[in-house]
């Protein structure tokens, strides 16, 4: 799932974000299906902080968080402060090291992060209606493509915060570049998994299952 994390921050700057408030995803890749929760760990003037939970949508399923504190004032732009992970809520959250925020060979998470919606428009192919599993909503289509990866995604204000509708990757290079992303439904009132204040220094086994594999 390590691919992930370099992607999906696509909320519009535009958007007011609420502690909480965020969208439920299905993501296919190589026929497996992943159940995907994005959404606001806690959402100030000048810094948020945003937490995935994925979990397979299997009989004997796992889940796993990842949560990124971003400085998004005016005078720093969107910076990444600190990421954290934790693959057990028996566990505690562990302190990524800045290395693995990008490490996608392909497009990456500062291309689509809070992105300014003048450079945003540069890659619009147009309106479109769309099919989804939450029902038929009309999105701006959107697609970057960088170092054999091509990353098609609709958006649309009317499921704020984060915009996303649906994603499709493709990628001649790397095989866990290709997936699907779908909008599920929204999200109210999530409470964080993730405490910062609890987190340990990360593991080489963790490490070694974020970092990149061709």
């Not at 999906?8 to 995907?36: D, I, P, Q, R, W």
Request: aromatic letters at 10%; a positive charge; charged letters at 20%.
């Amino acid at each position: 799932m390590r691919f992930f994390v370099v992607l999906l921050f696509l909320s519009c700057s535009a958007f007011a974000f609420n502690k909480g408030e965020g969208s439920k995803f299905e993501m296919t890749s190589a026929g497996a299906k992943t159940n995907v929760d994005i959404y606001f760990a806690s959402a100030g003037k000048s810094k948020v902080a945003i937490e995935y939970h994925m979990s397979a949508t299997t009989l004997l399923g796992s889940s796993v968080w990842m949560q990124f504190a971003l400085d998004v004032s005016e005078k720093a732009g969107v910076v990444v402060q600190q990421g954290y992970f934790m693959a057990n809520k028996n566990l505690k959250p562990e302190i990524m090291p800045r290395e693995l925020f990008f490490t996608n060979q392909g497009v990456q998470m500062q291309q689509f992060i809070f992105s300014d919606p003048k450079e945003l428009a540069k890659d619009l192919i147009g309106e479109e209606k769309v099919e989804l599993p939450a029902g038929t909503i009309s999105a701006k289509h959107y697609r970057k493509s960088n170092d054999g990866q091509v990353v098609d995604f609709w958006i649309s204000e009317k499921v704020k915060p984060i915009g996303l509708v649906k994603l499709v990757s493709k990628s001649s290079r790397v095989a866990s570049n290709n997936y699907t992303i779908e909008l599920k439904s929204l999200l109210v009132n999530v409470k964080p998994a993730i405490d910062p204040k609890n987190a340990i220094p990360m593991t080489n086994n963790t490490k070694s299952f974020l970092m990149p594999k061709p």
